[in-house]
């Protein structure tokens, strides 16, 4: 997307048109219905059989066509009006931008419907501890979505009289449908069929409705946070740029940011809520502390120096993989700098990613929806007085997400150690020092290797190459070894995790 759009009008004008069903997408599919859904079914399997857990979830899926269907039609059908309203200065400067964002945004809407299906999937594999199957989903979305949207985009959209950028906004739809279609033929293996079914006096559908209202409402700041950086972004005018640019630097290094972040806080998270689930559906609050307190710990360990390193290699990340035809070397400076500001807040966002989901299995929804709420006033003023007052632009709305991102984690792990009665605090504090010193030994191991390689090869894009190919193992070792040194814990536990998939590969073999 970046060599083919740039950061331009359309490549703006997509993001924002992504941006309306990708957040309807993260409040409703991969947001409160995952949390609500998965707890309520890992207790039917264990409490029922399974083929009331069978039944339940053919429920589920039939409110979610139902519900999530009518909220695409209608999102199809304002558009034209709530697509405005986000980008008032564009109206005014750029019209013609305005019209392409209501356009992409009816196309992608559907998108949500399909993603939603396929969380409720994702669900159920996961319940069932298959967690190969729906990780490797998003591969099929990107994928699908950028061969698709290049081939009705670039190929054929002469043909079908499609621009090259609607023709990704369809690649979008198409990438949301692999993602689902991928996870059936798993379910179907397992037993599930899908048939038809309403019953909305059902206990258990009653009850992740009781859970999902709430976590709507919680998980709603977060979006309305999103939506509060959209409106900025839109309106900040670049002095070299214009009104063209802060969107998609803000959208392409927050990308890179939630390469870690899925690596490890989501990933973590996924592997993290049947085990509190059943923890907290058994009442054993020890191993739900163990298991909590594990899973934090391994987020720092891996979050914190991916947060240090994403700061020093950026400009190197940026230029290597974005840099190249429209887009330009000033585009990978702003789109490095957003990118540091962002990366301040990566272990507090992947922290609430793992918190969360723990505070719906002990069936309290409230906690996370009272500080959710608390981060929307916080997002507001420090947005307003970064980007109006300091002036600081599109990196000022990325350190005030990060800000956002590290007072919801604090909140949340206090709010969870008064309410379980501890979260082994001593030990955790002991990981995060011991991390954060690993990581500056290595910062500065890295910086050094950096900076001594452009100083030799400049910062062309084989320079940029070189840098990474060297800079990141160099990190990794003096990282392990400083870790190794400080007898971090979770070291062996991260260890094991990374190495498990390639011992396996290498038994097959």
């Known amino acids: 997307m970046s060599r083919l759009f740039g950061a331009g009008s359309a490549y703006d004008a997509f993001v924002i048109g992504f941006r309306i069903p990708n957040l309807t997408r993260d409040l409703f599919a991969e947001g409160a219905l995952s949390a609500a859904f998965v707890p309520t079914f890992v207790d039917y399997l264990q409490r029922k059989d399974r083929q009331e857990a069978i039944h339940l979830a053919n429920l589920v899926a039939t409110a979610i066509i139902l519900f999530v269907g009518a909220l695409c039609l209608l999102g199809i059908l304002l558009a034209p009006w709530f697509v405005p309203l986000l980008t008032p200065n564009w109206a005014h400067t750029a019209p013609e931008k305005t019209a392409a964002a209501v356009r992409l945004t009816q196309v992608m809407f559907p998108f949500l419907l399909l993603v939603a299906l396929a969380a409720q999937a994702m669900g159920v594999l996961n319940a069932f501890n298959r967690f190969a199957v729906p990780a490797f989903s998003s591969t099929w979305f990107n994928v699908g979505s950028v061969v698709s949207g290049i081939a009705l985009g670039f190929w054929l959209g002469p043909a079908l009289g499609l621009q090259p950028i609607d023709g990704m906004a369809w690649g979008v739809v198409i990438g949301g449908g692999l993602q689902l279609l991928w996870q059936l033929p798993s379910l179907y293996r397992l037993g599930f069929r899908f048939r038809p079914a309403l019953d909305f006096a059902h206990p258990g559908l009653r009850h992740i409705a009781r859970l999902m209202g709430p ?4 998980n709603a700041s977060v979006q309305v946070n999103v939506l509060v950086n959209t409106f900025f972004a839109a309106s900040i005018v670049d002095p070299v740029r214009g009104v063209d640019g802060a969107t998609a630097w803000l959208q392409y290094a927050f990308r890179f940011m939630q390469l ?3 690596l490890f806080g989501v990933a973590i998270a996924t592997a993290t809520l ?3 689930g059943r923890s907290a559906s058994s009442g054993d609050i020890d191993e739900f502390r163990e298991t909590l307190a594990r899973s934090l710990g391994l987020v720092f360990l891996l979050t914190v120096p991916a947060s240090f390193g994403l700061i020093v290699l950026g400009p190197s990340i940026v230029g290597a993989i974005y840099e190249g035809r429209r887009f330009e070397a000033y585009d990978t400076h702003q789109t ?4 540091a500001c962002y990366s301040l807040g990566l272990a507090g966002y992947s922290a609430v990613k793992v918190l969360t989901p723990a505070f719906y299995a002990l069936k309290d929804s409230r906690t996370p929806m009272a500080i ?9 003023c420090m947005a307003w007085t970064l980007v109006t007052r300091a002036g600081l632009g599109h990196a000022g709305l990325a350190l005030s997400t990060s800000c956002v991102a590290l007072f919801s984690f604090l909140a949340q792990f206090l709010a969870m150690r008064a309410r379980i009665g501890g979260v082994y605090g ?4 002991s990981v995060v020092l011991k991390t954060l010193a690993a990581s500056l030994v290595m910062s500065a191991a890295v910086l050094a290797s950096s900076r001594a390689i452009g100083h030799v090869a400049g910062t062309g894009f084989l320079a940029r190459l070189a840098d990474l190919a060297v800079s990141i193992p160099l990190g990794l070792v003096v990282l392990y070894s400083v870790a190794r040194a400080l007898k971090i814990e979770e070291l062996e536990m991260a260890r094991r995790a990374l190495a498990s998939p390639v011992a396996r590969r290498l038994s097959l073999e």
């Open 215 to 218: 976590a709507i409402i919680g």
């Open 260 to 262: 870690p972040l899925g």
């Open 274 to 276: 049947p085990a509190v």
């Open 336 to 339: 490095a700098i957003a990118l």
């Open 372 to 380: 959710s709420l608390a981060s929307i006033l916080i997002n507001a």
């Open 426 to 429: 001593r030990r955790l504090r």
